[in-house]
């Protein structure tokens, strides 16, 4: 079932027995998702849960354990986690449906919900982030290393020349300034569509926070209107990033900051988070098996493309791109 040993469904169903206390009930796979974590649906009687299973030797559930109880301290509407056996990797949360953002947004309803997005992502990055990792340079850079190795040298088997390398150090150089230079914040990490579920109340409700991190104020926001998974007019980008620019600053979460600037901080994070998930679904595709997040490396290409011929820094790598 989903990819799961037998060993290991027997151990979930052994621990899934005694939380319960013996109660009957049915379980089914859930999507997974571009990790080593699977998931289940376990309905008893008129209840629904989800399983988390993350098996110890390639996932640790103790990051999301933590963050969930955060992100709930701090009214964010995450899944509450009901039982957990961290030592085997067993989570059993709540079932906040399958209703999938990706799935509901259209020309009509973008601004409603990007409006509660926006809301919630408001009320993370207002939120403490002491005990959180630093997104500082080392892992800004592994990220970007990403797009060179699994891109560019495994995917399309490219043997780049001196200069190319030259070119894409010197572009991540610039990146990773952009980053580090910006107001730190809680940071989700992977604030988007398929990680935003609609619920009746406290919409929306937001998964996949386990990576979590202190550090750049606009990651999150370009995350979510430049979505891997759907796009939407600049115009419109533009219109709701400067707008919530505003509401950080009027709540004294960010200092004051120019339209100029804050967009510069904007477009160039968006470079760095699309070239990191161009890698990575090139590594999913060619380490993992998974392929069908290649179907979305068109998108995340064409915000590099669009976006790098805009900036001095940035421009090279728009050269080298097209060429």
């Known amino acids: 079932m989903n990819n799961i040993s037998t060993d290991r469904m027997h151990t979930l169903h052994h621990w899934l027995q005694s939380v319960l206390q013996d109660r009957q009930y049915d379980i089914s ?22 399983v988390m299973d993350a098996p110890p030797e390639k996932e640790d559930c103790q990051p999301f354990h933590d ?14 986690i009901h039982e957990a056996e961290l030592d085997h990797g067993f989570l059993l949360l709540d079932d906040l449906g399958d209703t999938l953002y990706l799935n509901q947004l259209s020309d009509s309803t973008a601004d409603k919900l990007y409006g509660d997005a926006l809301d919630a992502l408001f009320n993370i990055q207002a939120t403490d982030a002491a005990g959180l990792s630093g997104y500082d340079d080392e892992l800004l850079r592994f990220e970007l290393e990403l797009f060179r190795e699994w891109f560019l040298i495994q995917h399309l088997g490219l043997s780049l020349s001196r200069e190319q390398h030259h070119i894409l150090d010197t572009v991540f150089e610039a990146l990773i300034a952009n980053a580090l230079q910006q107001p730190r914040v809680f940071v989700h990490r992977d604030y988007h569509s398929r990680n935003l579920m609609l619920t009746e109340i406290g ?35 533009k219109a709701w990033a400067l707008g919530y620019a505003m509401r950080l600053i009027e709540a004294g979460i960010i200092q004051p900051v120019d339209d100029k600037t804050f967009l510069h901080w904007f477009d160039l994070m968006g470079i760095q ?30 915000y590099v493309l669009n976006i790098s011929s805009q900036y001095p820094e940035t421009q090279p790598l728009h050269a080298l791109l097209k060429d």
């Open 203 to 237: 919409n929306p409700g937001v998964l996949d926070f386990q990576d979590a991190v202190y550090g750049p104020v606009t990651y999150d926001i370009v995350s979510l209107l430049r979505d891997c998974y759907i796009s939407w007019p600049e115009e419109k980008v």
């Open 67 to 80: 963050i969930a109880n955060t992100l709930r301290t701090a009214g964010i509407n995450v899944p509450q």
């Open 29 to 50: 796979p859930v999507s997974g998702d571009a990790s080593f974590r699977r998931y289940f649906r376990v309905v008893t009687g008129n209840k629904s849960y989800i």
């Open 273 to 302: 988070r699309h070239l990191k998930a161009t890698g990575i679904f090139s590594r999913l595709h060619h380490r993992d098996g998974k392929s069908t997040y290649l179907e979305d490396i068109p998108r995340t290409l064409a």
